[in-house]
């Protein structure tokens, strides 16, 4: 019989990794209708300290081979595909694809996506690294829409992710998204793309005027799609019948023109 476990690549930030897990949980019940213990999918998760750090150029050569790593080791337990929550791990998605035999799903793709229609003019929140190596930029231009980065919303950015990973205390941190939201706001921005997992800890309170689309929240969803294709494709029609319109990822087109997702 085929795997329907999943495996989960976390770590990358370490706050990360519980915030994602209770993602994917919530997808379940919103998705499936998931109630009981046994309604859950099976995931098999590693959090995987890599050698990543905000003040300083990544090392791709250990970054890589720490990521092929870790897939090799989730691949090994016979999961049926992986999800890497962390946007800059996505720098080498075509290689990781290389080291495995099972299915690595493609975070980036999933989040652009979900990008409402109506968006035009659209802040790409992520690592130096992420947002250096273009990840977003060219679909979000193929779209005919405008992608908002400059060093000094990057340098707000770095200061956040680093407040988030150094301190246990989320008040600071909420100050700094604040301020950084504001300042969006001033700068007509509609749209948020929100690229990096840390952000996750201050990004759920925002109610401001623009749309968040969250690519975190994005591949939780599209996990949840995957699994119930492979333990539950009864249940997986039926949900998509019960949620009405879905866009192309699996994700309510409600939710991804809301002010959230």
Not at 36 to 51: A, G, K, Q, R, V
Not at 75 to 93: G, K
Not at 145 to 173: G, M, W
Not at 200 to 227: F, K
Request: aromatic share 6%.
């Amino acid at each position: 019989m085929p795997s329907d476990t999943i495996g989960i690549l976390a770590g990358m930030g370490p706050r990360s990794t519980a915030p994602f897990i209770d993602l994917i949980v919530a997808e379940c019940q919103r998705q499936c209708g998931a109630k009981n213990d046994i309604d859950f999918p099976p995931m098999m998760i590693y959090s995987l300290p890599t050698p990543f750090y905000v003040d300083r150029p990544i090392d791709h050569g250990a970054m890589r081979g720490t990521i092929c790593a870790g897939l090799q080791r989730l691949a090994a337990a016979d999961v049926a595909f992986i999800a890497m929550p962390c946007n800059s791990a996505h720098i080498y998605y075509d290689q990781l694809t290389r080291c495995i035999s099972v299915q690595l799903l493609n975070m980036v793709e999933i989040a652009v996506h979900a990008i409402p229609t109506s968006a035009s003019r659209i802040a790409l929140l992520g690592t130096r690294p992420t947002v250096a190596a273009g990840l977003y930029q060219p679909a979000i231009a193929d779209g005919g829409r405008e992608c908002v980065t400059h060093e000094r919303i990057q340098q707000r950015v770095d200061r956040l992710i680093q407040t988030i990973k150094t301190s246990p205390d989320h008040r600071p941190a909420g100050a700094q998204w604040n301020d950084l939201m504001d300042e969006l706001v001033k700068q007509h921005v509609d749209t948020v793309l929100i690229a990096c997992t840390d952000l996750n800890v201050v990004s759920t309170s925002y109610r401001g005027p623009m749309t968040l689309v969250d690519a975190t929240h994005c591949l939780a969803a599209e996990i949840v799609q995957e699994w119930t294709q492979i333990d539950h494709p009864n249940l997986a029609r039926s949900a998509r019948h019960r949620n009405g319109h879905l866009e192309g990822n699996g994700v309510p087109s409600e939710w991804s023109s809301g002010r959230q997702w």
